[in-house]
């Protein structure tokens, strides 16, 4: 119940741009955080935005900052993650997640989206 269903990501050129969606299929977004994070071959999973329940605000990996801009929808049960300015260092899977507490760190068992490929190369 608390899974998420992802859409968007693909191919894309060097500074082009990217829409990924997270879908709440069943439970509401709220009371939970969601997390944005992505795992590159080889490199360990980072966390790159976090939305918090409680405040409604979001937060950044500096990697991503200036970039990258999550935003929800609750009424859609939807959180969004706009890429702009794309760049090879990018590619990777990415994935969302539930959290509870103030943080995104410990995103919970059972709540992953799918995954799906970025890819930025020319």
């Known amino acids: 119940q608390l899974q998420l269903v992802q859409s968007g990501g693909g191919l894309v050129q060097p500074g082009g741009s990217l829409r990924l969606s997270c879908v709440a299929s069943?439970?509401?977004?709220?009371?939970?955080?969601i997390g944005w994070y992505r795992k590159a071959p080889g490199k360990e999973r980072e966390e790159i935005s976090c939305?918090?329940?409680?405040?409604?605000?979001?937060t950044y990996a500096d990697s991503v900052k200036g970039r990258f801009t999550a935003t929800k929808d609750n009424v859609a049960r939807t959180v969004y993650l706009q890429m702009s300015s794309l760049k090879t260092e990018d590619t990777a899977v990415y994935s969302c997640?539930?959290?509870?507490?103030?943080?995104?760190?410990?995103?919970?068992?059972?709540?992953w989206g799918q995954g799906t490929q970025v890819t930025v190369s020319s």
């Open positions: 939305i918090r329940s409680s405040t409604g605000t979001s």
């Open positions: 997640a539930r959290s509870r507490g103030p943080t995104c760190q410990f995103p919970l068992e059972g709540s």
């Open positions: 069943r439970l509401p977004l709220d009371p939970y955080n």
